[in-house]
């Protein structure tokens, strides 16, 4: 069913191609991310040629990435936007009419291809994972894993936030979002992650 290995493309891109520009990114060559280049290639195809979309990704694993390498869509940008949904799933679609495609990893589709069924499911523990015959089944597998669906998306999750003020934090004297409240996040105490140095 899948075509000759060397022909494939991920978005214009031959497959080795691709792997290459991965993992000068993403620092090597994931599984989740080789999957990540047919999605984003499958949604494109489903696309309106030569239209900007932006993308949401309902995961923070590997997806971004694919999306990030692959279309001008980036999380500095703001044209791409993470939900942490957790699916393995990403959406395509206009901001200005919410129209869009939805691509992701079909749990039934999957069953065809046990070495990537095992893999996304933890049913192998990982010490026992051929990771050259999960790669194998993966390039062979292509697009044969995934489904794509229409969508709308809700056109709030594409408002940008206009005119929030920027306060001087009294404490830190940082600038920082004013409707945060009286403080920055870190000085109020609402988000830590910076060990207090003695
Ligand atoms: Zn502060």
């Known amino acids: 069913m899948s075509a000759n290995l060397n022909e494939t ?9 691709y792997e290459a520009m991965i993992e000068k990114f993403h620092g090597n060559r994931a599984p989740g991310l080789i999957i990540g280049g047919f999605m984003v290639d499958l949604a494109q ?3 309106p040629k030569g239209e900007l979309f932006d993308v949401i990704c309902e995961s923070m694993k590997c997806l971004p990435d694919a999306v990030q390498v692959l279309t001008p869509c980036s999380i500095g940008n703001g044209w791409l ?18 129209d869009g495609v939805r691509v992701y990893l079909d749990t039934d ?12 499911f933890k049913v192998t ?7 050259e015959a999960l790669m194998r089944q993966i390039r062979s597998a292509g697009a044969a894993i995934l489904s794509v669906e229409k969508v709308k998306v809700d056109p709030e999750i594409s ?15 940082e600038g920082y979002p004013a409707k945060h409240g009286e403080k920055c996040r870190i000085c109020s105490g609402e988000i830590n992650y910076l060990m207090k140095s003695s």
Request: charged fraction near 30%; aromatic fraction near 10%; proline fraction near 6%.
């Open 109 to 120: 589709k999957m069953k065809n291809y046990p070495e990537i069924y095992n893999w996304f």
């Open 159 to 173: 408002k940008k936030e206009k005119g929030s003020k920027i306060a001087v934090c009294p404490v830190c004297n």
């Open 125 to 131: 523990p990982k010490h026992e994972q051929d990771g």
């Open 81 to 98: 936007k993470i939900l942490k949904i957790g699916r393995f799933a990403c959406t395509f679609f206009d901001k200005h009419t919410g």
């Open 45 to 47: 195809k489903n696309l």
């Open 9 to 17: 493309l991920i978005c214009g891109h031959p497959l080795e191609e």
